[in-house]
């Protein structure tokens, strides 16, 4: 790291509840990346049509993203943001011991795991909004850049450190060793959150309403820098998402159990944090549209490459360079949504991002497992994997504001729209 840009890390951390938020962000990412290979793997020994179940599960989550998703951003400008995002830790805690119990006294079902998982994925939904919308209130303005950036490093840092603990946990101690670190880490994340002392929100809060929401929505949909962005993802991730399927592969396809699994899955967050450190070193990319369509064709032609490795070494690679390229989007696209949108709309707009992306991921799970049922996992990712290089080009020739997007110098004015 240069000197500059150590300095502004350190400054950054010096400044106690971006600190705060920063450990709890670690502990909440990793406790996400370990119940998402826990319920996974799980699903595996008590259920004997695996991919059937991912598949619904998907459908599971995204119900709350959909329904949800736009009242939570509207109650996340309306109320609270910190205790919002502190509830939103309590209930899957209290889940994830329900999980733990039912676990250790063999009276799990898949029934107790679909309402589990229900109920985390309403938590979820208000907590997204809440989430994004509160980073802006803990940092200066002129180190808000950096420290999306910095957030998005400790996102790569706690993905492979929940997944890793995850798999040795179930190696170690079975799953419900796993459901038991999945609460320590739940509670390690509500600490960091309560010790948290946000500015109040700027602006005249809204009443959660109809117009309130209305009004999120059309500030995104005049702004093809906004919307450009949460469209590609949201159709490129449900076609060349491969993370529901990971089991299988470990499983069936690579024969590399549980500890393959949980490298597997660290694999795509590691490519995610070295990225992340390049983009914290180099100048900021100026053609910021042109760099996202790229990224993404790259993530498709890695999610082909890595549908059909049959290569254990490769395979890591490859989702590690598939995680690569889904963060350098994943930077530009929270950093437009941040600091184009005036702060008692910062909830709304996030929730829309949200929307997008938890629909993205939850209808990729799905999408992933059903064709996976019906025809083969690597049929999955293989196809999922070309249809997403497609929209790419669907989207170049259709989507020319994105295309030609330049990021400029000044901060963007919350008011223009291309």
């Known amino acids: 790291m240069t000197g500059s840009a150590r300095h502004e890390a350190l400054a950054l951390l010096r400044e106690r509840s971006f600190a705060s938020f920063a450990a709890a962000?670690?502990?909440?990412?990793?406790?996400?990346?370990?119940?998402?290979?826990?319920?996974?793997?799980?699903?595996?020994?008590?259920?004997?049509?695996?991919?059937?179940?991912?598949?619904?599960?998907?459908?599971?989550?995204?119900?709350?993203?959909?329904?949800?998703?736009?009242?939570?951003?509207?109650?996340?400008?309306?109320?609270?943001?910190?205790?919002?995002?502190?509830?939103?830790?309590?209930?899957?805690?209290?889940?994830?011991?329900?999980?733990?119990?039912?676990?250790?006294?063999?009276t799990v079902t898949m029934t107790v795991i679909y309402a589990v998982v229900l109920i985390v994925g309403v938590a979820s939904a208000f907590e997204g909004p809440a989430r994004q919308a509160l980073l802006p209130a803990l940092v200066s303005r002129e180190r808000f850049q950096r420290a999306i950036t910095f957030n998005q490093i400790v996102g790569g840092v706690a993905g492979p450190t929940g997944a890793l603990l995850g798999g040795v946990l179930i190696s170690r101690f079975d799953?419900?060793?796993?459901?038991?670190?999945?609460?320590?880490?739940?509670?390690?994340?509500?600490?960091?959150?309560?010790?948290?002392?946000?500015?109040?929100?700027?602006?005249?809060?809204?009443?959660v309403s109809f117009e309130a929401i209305r009004e999120g929505l059309s500030f995104v949909w005049h702004r093809q820098t906004l919307l450009g962005p949460m469209t590609l993802d949201l159709f490129a991730v449900i076609f060349a998402g491969a993370t529901a399927l990971l089991p299988l592969y470990a499983r069936e396809i690579l024969h590399a159990g549980p500890a393959g699994l949980a490298i597997l899955t660290a694999a795509?967050?590691?490519?995610?944090?070295?990225?992340?450190?390049?983009?914290?070193?180099l100048p900021p990319v100026q053609r910021a549209g042109r760099a996202l369509m790229l990224a993404i064709a790259v993530f498709g032609l890695g999610t082909i490459a890595f549908g059909l490795s049959?290569?254990?070494?490769?395979?890591?690679?490859?989702?590690?360079?598939?995680?690569?390229?889904?963060?350098?989007?994943?930077?530009?696209?929270?950093?437009?949504?941040?600091?184009?949108?005036?702060?008692?709309?910062?909830?709304?707009?996030?929730?829309?991002?949200?929307?997008?992306?938890?629909?993205?991921n939850r209808i990729g799970d799905a999408e992933s497992g059903f064709v996976a049922a019906a025809t083969s996992a690597t049929?999955?990712?293989?196809?999922g994997g070309m249809a997403c290089v497609a929209i790419v080009g669907v989207v170049a020739a259709t989507m020319p504001g994105l295309r030609n997007y330049r990021v400029t110098p000044e901060r963007e004015k919350a008011s223009s729209s291309t």
Not at 64 to 92: E, M
Not at 180 to 195: C, E, K, M, Q
Not at 341 to 357: H, K, N, Q, W
Request: aromatic residues 4%; hydrophobic residues 55%.
């Open 268 to 281: 795509a967050e590691i490519g995610t944090l070295v990225t992340a450190l390049v983009l914290v070193l």
């Open 25 to 106: 962000r670690l502990a909440a990412s990793a406790a996400q990346a370990m119940f998402t290979l826990v319920i996974g793997w799980h699903i595996t020994e008590i259920s004997a049509s695996p991919a059937l179940h991912i598949g619904g599960l998907g459908l599971v989550r995204l119900v709350p993203a959909l329904v949800l998703g736009l009242y939570a951003g509207a109650i996340a400008d309306s109320f609270d943001r910190k205790r919002i995002v502190l509830l939103t830790q309590i209930v899957p805690l209290l889940c994830s011991i329900v999980l733990l119990a039912t676990t250790i006294s063999h």
């Open 379 to 383: 049929f999955a990712v293989v196809s």
């Open 175 to 207: 799953v419900g060793g796993a459901y038991a670190g999945h609460v320590v880490l739940l509670a390690l994340s509500a600490l960091g959150i309560a010790l948290l002392r946000p500015r109040p929100i700027e602006g005249t809060r809204r009443a």
């Open 310 to 360: 049959r290569s254990f070494p490769l395979s890591v690679a490859l989702y590690a360079l598939v995680g690569a390229a889904d963060q350098v989007g994943l930077v530009m696209r929270h950093t437009t949504v941040q600091m184009t949108t005036p702060d008692e709309l910062r909830g709304r707009v996030s929730s829309v991002a949200s929307l997008f992306s938890n629909s993205s």
